[in-house]
């Protein structure tokens, strides 16, 4: 078995600063953890991860403190790189109407491993006046989806992070008030139904139907006590890999992000 975990900690250093990061490593123990918004360097965490028997591979944003993404695994990958291939990035503008460039910003990390590839993902967010709208819709999303789809022609791929998107109604608590805003917009759901359209399976809905089922929350308004939250952290797979997953949940009592993490596990 293969147990693969994704969790925006929204700043590794404060998680590991309070223990935990190291406590949800002891209990948890997966054999690949995936990490976005580190917003740290490696080296930059107070964490012994070498101690729990990690291959730590980071990919950190060029502005300091911001974004980026991590893969901490106990087997070592056959291979490693950050960002899109050239050939892809090629295609594709990432660059948003503020000149902010969304490929220094550390958001995607790919893992090869012997049956299948991982890739994490920090989206871009669509911001609150939407100005990253296009930019997710018109490149982003298209560029990270052609991406995937060029691995799969490899080997199979699990993909995994925080896509800044809640797919359908059932993936947030107030879909009404929210349609059209940041996170909840017709392009963003699109893009993530692109993905479904390409044979990608959400693994959490091969377990759990309906609504209730969030991976953030809001610091306001007391809102994780009360589950007024979104599901915007995923775990998708290959269609090839659907009878490999045996088990996928949501972590909500792992406490210390805005975010809880969310798992797969694989007999593959």
Known sequence: MTTIYSWNVNGIRAVARKGTLQSFISAHRPDILCLQETKAERGQADIDLNGHGYHEFWNSAQKKGYSGTAIFSRGEPLSVFNDFPATIARKYAFTDHAGRDSLTEGRVITAEYAKFYVVTVYT?????????????????????????????????????????????????????????????????????????????????????????????????????????????????????????????????????????????TLTA
């Open 124 to 264: 871009p967010n669509a911001k609150d006046d939407l100005s990253r709208l296009e930019l997710r819709h018109r490149h982003w999303d298209p560029a990270f989806l052609a991406h995937c789809r060029q691995l799969e022609k490899k080997k199979p791929v699990v993909f995994c992070g925080d896509l800044n998107v809640a797919h359908t109604e059932l993936d947030l608590a107030n879909p009404g008030p929210n349609r059209g805003k940041k996170g909840f917009t017709d392009e963003e759901r699109t893009g993530f139904q692109n993905f479904i359209d390409a044979g990608f399976i959400d693994t959490f809905r091969l377990f759990r139907q309906g609504n209730g089922y969030y991976t953030w929350w809001s610091h306001f308004a007391n809102s994780r006590a009360r589950n007024v939250g979104w599901r915007i952290d995923y775990v998708l797979v290959s269609a090839s890999l659907r009878k490999a997953v045996k088990a996928a949940a949501i972590h909500p009592d792992v406490l210390g992000s805005d975010h809880c993490p969310v798992s797969v």
